[in-house]
């Protein structure tokens, strides 16, 4: 059973930066789409940033500028950089890994990040 597992949530004050880690636990074979989404409570979960394996990478209008996603599939591994954060970034941020053209898809347990003065 392949775990997807983040790391790098915290508290910052706004302005800040953090980046968020995802590697799978085991070799995924196929990976094609990698994506981070977010919850905020009381709010569905969004797609914050998502990068194919050729490397095209779409963002939420919200973090246009601010976040990067970038991964490494020697690695299965995903980042987000993410500068310049905002009180309304604070949620829990999971990573997703869709491979085999969507029959197999993984989420990570979820890294809270809060933001705030």
């Known amino acids: 059973q392949v775990q997807l597992v983040e790391s790098g949530g915290g508290l910052v004050q706004p302005g800040e930066s953090l980046r968020l880690s995802c590697v799978a636990s085991?070799?995924?074979?196929?990976?094609?789409?990698m994506a981070w989404y977010r919850q905020a409570p009381g709010n569905q979960r969004e797609l914050v940033a998502t990068?194919?394996?050729?490397?095209?990478?779409i963002y939420a209008d919200s973090v246009k500028g601010r976040f990067t996603i970038s991964r490494d599939n020697a690695k299965n591994t995903v980042y987000l950089q993410m500068n310049s954060l905002k009180p309304e970034d604070t949620a829990v941020y999971y990573c997703?890994?869709?491979?085999?053209?969507?029959?197999?898809?993984?989420w990570g347990q979820g890294t809270q990040v809060t933001v705030s003065s």
């Open positions: 997703n890994i869709k491979a085999r053209w969507g029959r197999d898809n993984y």
């Open positions: 085991a070799i995924i074979l196929g990976i094609n789409d």
């Open positions: 990068m194919t394996r050729g490397g095209s990478s």
